[in-house]
T-cell receptor
């Protein structure tokens, strides 16, 4: 079974500051990892995903994440926050194959607030 | 434009009533999913279907029912047996392949259900 833990349910940054949202996973086999963003009262939109290959993944809106197997982490970063980045962010994991095929397990979400 | 539609956006229900949430996709995806979202709990999987006329229970299926008579449609019924149905419900779809690269799930805009 797989699980995801997002450290910090709320993160607050100033506009222009570094954004760091933390995600750790637990999995008995190599995982596939995703970050989604959700704006209020809307569905989820994919920011980026890691499946195989390069461990540093670049996504939309200037976000990137690095898969670190030794630390079982997949933290999301953005060098300079913008007001429009204020939203809730979800980390998710899925396994390749078996009965978990295709099913996503989500973290509890991190609400990002950006101050002027 | 291809996408997922959910209707209605807001739904109010009296206790003891069944209610059906609609989900339609024109992405030609085989797999469809229903999630429930509560504040601070992330997304929890209710039911999923990988092929027409077949579906499986997710982590919190009690009090819910689904059908998959057509590839593009996956309605969710919230029955009176669901003890705490007030929540935000999200529908998603994805292709079904044995390689996870394209197993990204696409989400609808959601339906907010309130039980009065």
């Amino acid at each position: 079974a797989q699980s995801v833990t997002q450290l910090g349910s709320h993160v607050s940054v100033s506009e222009g500051a570094l954004v760091l949202l933390r995600c750790n996973y637990s999995s008995s086999v190599p995982p596939y990892l995703f970050w989604y963003v959700q704006y209020p009262n809307q569905g989820l939109q994919l920011l980026l995903k890691y499946t195989t290959g390069a461990t540093l993944v670049k996504g939309i809106n200037g976000f990137e994440a690095e898969f670190k197997k030794s630390e079982t982490s997949f933290h999301l970063t953005k060098p300079s926050a913008h007001m429009s980045d204020a939203a809730e962010y979800f980390c998710a994991v899925t396994l390749f194959g078996g009965t978990s095929y295709g099913k996503l397990t989500f973290g509890q979400g991190t609400i990002l607030t950006v101050h002027p | 434009d291809g996408g997922i539609t959910q209707s209605p956006k807001y739904l109010f229900r009296k206790e003891g009533q069944n209610v059906t949430l609609s989900c339609e996709q024109n992405l030609n995806h085989d797999a469809m999913y229903w999630y429930r979202q509560d504040p601070g709990q992330g997304l929890r999987l209710i039911y999923y279907s990988q092929i027409v006329n077949d579906f499986q229970k997710g982590d919190i299926a009690e009090g819910y029912s689904v059908s998959r008579e057509k590839k593009e449609s996956f309605p969710l019924t919230v029955t009176s047996a669901q003890k705490n149905p007030t929540a935000f419900y999200l529908c998603a779809s994805s292709i079904v392949r044995r390689e996870p690269v394209d197993n990204e799930q696409f989400f609808g805009p959601g339906t907010r259900l309130t039980v009065l």
